[in-house]
């Protein structure tokens, strides 16, 4: 039942900014409930994701739980530019490949592009100079150029039908204090509607390299009827047929592990509130040896059911 009141609530379904600017200048009631944690970006902002991963690691590192430690490898090599952008060439330099700058706080696939020559960041790196954020004494009137995170590319994803999909995977943390996770049984894979290429020709065709909804949408072939989801049965029967019962249930195994293991890493972090909850929506690729990684946390994912 929908209420107008200001206070007179259960449950308050609230805009994370909403609560970020207000949570700490109210009071709740003992049974009153919100739907996010003060400083949730600590899980869902892709620089945050990754630095609590890493301090995760290093931890158990010193803690001398080597074994562990290395089970934090579901997430591709990555540095935040520009603050580790001497690190990125070093490592760049070293290895060479493809990879794909995502904006820090964006969605939806908006800001991500690919790349496989440093020359193509140039002028990411000339915006992010001008405008006045990445030391230069002559700041110019431009908006504030936003910080990105570079990763090793997943060149190598599991296809069906020869194309590239994603799992969008649904997880509810009732509590970090202890750690209470719910995951849910359902969720769904969102495919592209190219066939995949790795080929440097189709760098740049987004279409086959994000699986986004809000990308692929906007594709001459987009079909609008299906929108491009499979339910995780279906794949998962899909899967058991090639590769068989034992390697898709330890697939899948690795995935609800990993989901545990990234919210071991964010725990200590955690603003812990009794009024406080949290649905965050997973983004998992599996490549073609079946290993799972880590994409990105999502702080309000989608829930309507026709959503295409």
């Known amino acids: 039942k929908e209420t107008d009141s200001e206070t007179d609530w259960d449950l308050h379904w609230a805009e994370r900014d909403w609560v970020y600017e207000v949570f700490d200048t109210m009071h709740l009631e003992s049974w009153q409930r919100l739907n996010h944690y003060r400083n949730g970006r600590e899980l869902c ?36 530019l520009p603050r580790e952008y001497a690190m990125f060439v070093e490592e760049f330099k070293r290895s060479g490949g ?9 969605a939806q696939g908006k800001g991500i592009f690919l790349f496989s020559r440093l020359q193509e960041i140039a002028e990411w790196r000339t915006d992010y100079r001008q405008s006045g954020r990445g030391g230069d004494k002559d700041k110019e009137a431009k908006p504030e150029a936003e910080a990105y995170i570079v990763q090793r590319y997943i060149a190598n994803p599991y296809l ?77 029967l899909h899967m058991t047929g090639r ?29 812990h509130d009794k ?6 929506g997973y983004d998992v690729r599996i490549d073609d040896t079946l ?3 880590l994409i990105e946390v999502n702080a309000s994912p989608s829930l309507r059911a026709h959503a295409r």
């Open 291 to 293: 290993k799972p990684w």
């Open 160 to 236: 069906i039908g020869g194309k590239k999909f994603d799992l969008r995977l649904y997880v509810l943390v009732t509590s970090f204090s202890p750690l209470a996770v719910w995951i849910y049984r359902g969720g769904f894979a969102r495919f592209s509607h190219s066939r995949y290429s790795a080929e440097p020709s189709d760098i740049a065709n987004m279409f086959m390299h994000l699986t986004n909804v809000a990308i692929q949408k906007t594709a001459d072939n987009y079909d609008a009827r299906s929108g491009g989801k499979w339910d995780l049965r279906p794949l998962k």
């Open 45 to 80: 902002r892709k620089d945050l994701l990754v630095k609590n991963l890493k301090r995760r690691r290093r931890q158990l590192e010193r803690e001398g739980q080597y074994d562990e430690a290395r089970q934090y490898d579901f997430f591709p090599v990555t540095f935040v």
């Open 243 to 271: 590769w068989g019962v034992e390697a898709v249930d330890r697939c899948f195994w690795n995935i609800q592990i990993i989901i545990v293991r990234s919210l071991f890493a964010v725990q200590p972090a955690m603003i």
């Open 275 to 280: 009024h406080c909850f949290e649905l965050y």
């Open 98 to 106: 493809v990879w794909i700058m995502k904006p820090i706080g964006s």
